[in-house]
């Protein structure tokens, strides 16, 4: 009598699979950070036109063609998340949004809702380093929390349980320190661009008053006229300024600077 | 006969000879850039009161002490340079001040009038790199330029000609793109803080913000609710904040990003 010994070694690895819904630059960042792991499988992107930013055969137009799936993403503008989770053709699902400013329940209830905010500045063609990228998360139940957790740890070193309140003050925060911090290195460059001067000159102190914080409080690491309440060249600088709006703007914030709370 | 063959070497390297009057954030920054280079030596800084931040042998603070050197570097308050630059003992030396917005013309004309400024935000404690540092040089005549672009380029890759008047851009610029960008910062610090979040969460956002700009231009990087008209937004925005301050901060800048100039 002879044996053979057959060992069959099944290895199952259980890669969460995610549709994302949307083709703009939150899906499309989302969509390359996912394509880099191994924990994520992007079965679908829905998206109402063909993008180029996604692989034709991923793609669908048709709510009745999305197929079964762990995580439901939809990136798409906050007007629009209410009537695209209403359109989905099933129930009980996982499905989140990821806007900073919209309520876990603008989503349809027929899904489990939550949420998943990638707190970051997202622009077409420019790559951004997703592992140090807070990604704040919000669910209904735990076990949807942990696999929202599972999905954001899988590209990002820095995940946070946020809820919906603290989730509204972190955008209006963001408003502040991202994109009017860029309309004021845009009025930096129209006040170069007006006295012949390379905007670059200005990039090492852009660059610095970010990188001070890793150090310094803001009120810290507050300097400038303002805050020295050096008004011999405050008016000088209003003085200066031609611009009607910067001229608002430059006295507006040395006002608050000059009357800020001081964290 | 013998002949004995005797070769000296004689190799003369020309040190140029600084001294810094000023004992606050710039003076201390500039000693500790200049200690590090073989080509500048400080050989006095003038100050009223003994400082900590530089050797006390080197410090006086008696105007008729103060020594023959190449360069003399006034690191005092804008509306003190005048004083100290009348109140020096000497005729016909280069004396230059690091201010962003006084004019050349600020410096008494009994001696060699120049303008050494560094454009970048200087904190006590907090080390700064020196070598990206942009120098902006102005001076009378062109022989003191060259001094001065030596000095200059002893400790920083980034110096430039600059103008009177470009010199004043630079400044009010500079007060848009890091002070006033630093208050932003804080309102953003404060809106955490009254939400119980953790500020840390905003700076890869914050960083990401001014990197940006190395492949983008400002307008190009605009992003948020007020460059998308995103009105809703906006409106949820403002109804959250309830400090009046950062109310109308957040409305003039909004209006001035939807107004705004596209460069």
Known sequence: MKFDIVIVIVYLRHMIQVILLG????????FQAFSKVDEIEVVQVFSRTVSNDFPETLQTSDYSKIKVADVYIICVSDSAIS???????????LVVHTSGSSDLN???SK?????????????KNKAVDFSEIPICLEAENVSDYTVLEKVAKSISKNTHAITGEQRKALHVAAVFVCNFTNHLYQIGNEICWKNSIPFEILQPLIKETAEKLQSLSPSKAQTGPAVRNDQKTIEKHI??????NQKEIYKILTKSIQNGEKL
Chains 1, 2 share one sequence.
């Open 239 to 244: 003085d200066f300024l031609t611009n009607e």
């Open 106 to 108: 603008v989503l349809d």
């Open 111 to 123: 899904n489990n809702k939550g949420v998943f905010y990638p707190l970051q500045t997202f622009t």
């Open 83 to 93: 009537s695209v989770s209403s359109l989905l053709q099933f129930e009980n699902r």
């Open 23 to 30: 083709s703009g630059n939150v899906a499309t960042h989302l």
